[in-house]
């Protein structure tokens, strides 16, 4: 079965440090992955997904399928990246459910 | 497009009520699902629906009805409301297909069961 790991709660990371996000998946076939956000109570919105292979607002992804691994990357944290974010997995079956990670929150320090 | 929308965007009931969630799209999405939200266990799948008639269980149905008689509605049930079922409730629609990964998610409801 498909599972998606994101091994931190809690990130703290102070304003201007760089920031990663980990991302792990178990899945035996070639998936797509997503990151979500999630700002303080607001409702979840798509980051980047994988096979757009764009940055945005200053995060990128790579897909390692060789460490079966999506980990999320912003050179320079800013206030305003304090979110809980959300890696997901869907499977090669288009109408099967993504699959979340349980989340880590971010929390950038000034 | 007012995109998904769910209300209402808050409840309290008391343990053994009974009441629905609803959530619309205008996007004329087929997939449709609910999520619980729950601190330290991240979005939990609770039902899904792939088009009009056709609904399945997620990871934590139990407690829980759904139904979809249209494609733009998916109302989530609450047969006995129980402390437990106290979360934030998504409920999220995309196209189908694997272009279709895209979740739209709506506003959420906040349910508190005393």
């Known amino acids: 079965a498909q599972r998606v790991t994101q091994p931190e709660k809690l990130l703290s990371v102070f304003k201007g440090a760089p920031v990663e996000l980990k991302c792990n998946y178990s899945?035996?076939?070639?998936?797509?992955l997503f990151w979500y956000v999630q700002y303080s109570r607001q409702r979840l919105q798509l980051l980047l997904r994988?096979?757009s292979r764009e940055s945005i607002k200053g995060f990128t992804a790579d897909l390692n399928k060789g460490e079966t691994s999506f980990h999320l990357k912003k050179p320079f944290a800013q206030e305003e990246d304090s979110a809980m974010y959300y890696c997901?997995?869907?499977?090669?079956?288009?109408?099967?459910?993504?699959?979340f990670g349980k989340g880590t929150r971010l929390s950038v320090i000034a | 497009n007012a995109g998904v929308t769910q209300t209402p965007k808050f409840q309290v009931l008391k343990t053994g009520q009974s009441m629905t969630l609803q959530c619309a799209q205008d996007?004329?999405?087929?997939?449709m699902s609910w999520y619980r939200q729950d601190p330290g266990m991240g979005l939990r799948l609770i039902h899904y629906?792939?088009?009009?008639?056709?609904?399945d269980q997620g990871e934590v149905p139990n407690g829980y009805n759904v139904s979809r008689s249209t494609t733009e509605d998916f109302p989530l049930r609450l047969l006995s409301a129980a402390p437990s079922q106290t979360s934030v409730y998504f409920c999220?629609?995309?196209?189908?297909?694997?272009?279709?990964?895209?979740?739209?998610f709506g506003p959420g409801t906040r349910l508190t069961v005393l």
């Open positions: 997901a997995l869907s499977p090669n079956s288009g109408n099967t459910p993504l699959v």
């Open positions: 629906s792939v088009g009009a008639g056709i609904t």
């Open positions: 994988h096979i």
């Open positions: 996007m004329n999405h087929e997939y």
């Open positions: 899945y035996s076939g070639s998936p797509e």
């Open positions: 999220a629609s995309s196209l189908p297909g694997r272009a279709g990964g895209t979740q739209y």
